[in-house]
């Protein structure tokens, strides 16, 4: 099953993993922090493979999973690369 962790930075150095969206038959399933997750599912997050403004949800699947790296990248938040 692929999936991709996102980890937050915690104060004292350590990361934790804030969530972690599997790919399913119907879409992406995340897990995790509740706000995060639900922000994730009603607000998407954006498609950098695109010229369009048009956001990705967990219902796009592979393309959504695919997208998350780039859209948490930060020192603060960080998506890995998906893992099976």
Known sequence: MSFVEIFKLQNNGS???????????GGVICEGDENFVANLN?????????????NLFP???????????????SGYLNATDIKE
């Open 15 to 25: 990361q934790t993993v804030l969530a972690t969206c599997k790919l399913t038959d």
């Open 59 to 73: 219902k796009d699947g592979l393309k959504f999973l695919e997208q998350l790296k780039y859209n948490f990248k």
């Open 42 to 54: 009603s607000e998407g997050i954006k498609d950098y493979s695109s010229d369009s403004d048009q």
